[in-house]
């Protein structure tokens, strides 16, 4: 058997109106490379588990399925690190969310083609659709063309507004590194940093996957009740780890996203006279430029 290339990993919960579409866009790949897929599901009460048994008995050489019988989210289980990890074969690494999903059969032949033109690059992104309700909302992309994002713009990007989940790959060292970044907090943000550490992000600017927000079962509707002010401090703590963990080499864009995690908080807090001090005006002047571009870059200004 030839070695694997990719493993794609797919995390799903309650997502039976939407897996059929995931599992599609991973069975429709076509690669010059073998690839797997690592399809986790936690227990799900609807259906879900079934769909995922069904396509791995109809590409049994392709997808392995990992179906609990009870919810490891609720007992605080780390997934990835505890189930996942084991897993993985490939040299890189491919994620999609069972609620979204790849609409070009060329993503993973593509994206290892970018990496493999960037050796001085772990991870790879590219644009992706935004779709709220089933209705297009603009695009997740944070550059007018393909190129190199700094570890800077990563770190201010501030996760989903930077890279959809279902357009990183990275290379599975990269993936599979336990930082203590990552010990605080696991989520795509941090591995968009780590794996940007030693190159950049590779970004290609064409639409290669879906993004769906704020569907039943997704990462932000399970996070619905999380305490905001918690997560956001959590989130300073983690960049504040970043800033010791890399020698202060990128002090200025950690300190800039810190202050601006606090400007979260202070606006939770309903706290205006810090929030609008004169040392956070720079900041909210930043966070407007970040927002323009963003919406020129989904038309939402046309």
Known sequence: MDEIKVTVICLTYNHVSYIRDALEGFVSQKTGFPFEVIVHDDASTDGTADIVREYQARYPRLIRAVLQKE???SR?????????????RGEYVALCEGDDYWTDPLKLQRQVEALEAHPE????????????????????????????????KVILGGGANLCATSSVMCRSKVYLENTPMRDIITIDYVLAIQGSLR?????????????????????????KGVNIIANK?????????????????YHKAIALRMEMFRSDIFLKQRDYRRLYSVKRLGINLHRL?????????????F
């Open 199 to 223: 190159g950049g992000m590779v970004y290609l600017d064409d639409p290669m996957s879906v993004y769906r927000f704020n569907v039943e079962g997704s990462w932000t509707r399970r996070h």
């Open 71 to 73: 919810n490891q989210y």
């Open 289 to 301: 430029r970040s927002a323009l571009g963003r919406a020129l870059r989904s038309r939402a200004l």
């Open 121 to 152: 690059a772990d991870i790879c992104s590219h644009k992706a659709e935004r779709r709220v309700d089933g209705k297009f909302k603009g695009w997740v992309a944070p550059r007018w063309r393909s190129g190199i994002i700094t570890v800077e």
């Open 76 to 88: 605080g289980v780390k997934i990835a690190r505890t189930f996942i990890y084991p897993l993985v």
């Open 233 to 249: 401090e959590t989130l300073i703590r983690m960049l504040a780890c970043l800033d010791e963990y890399t020698s202060g080499r």
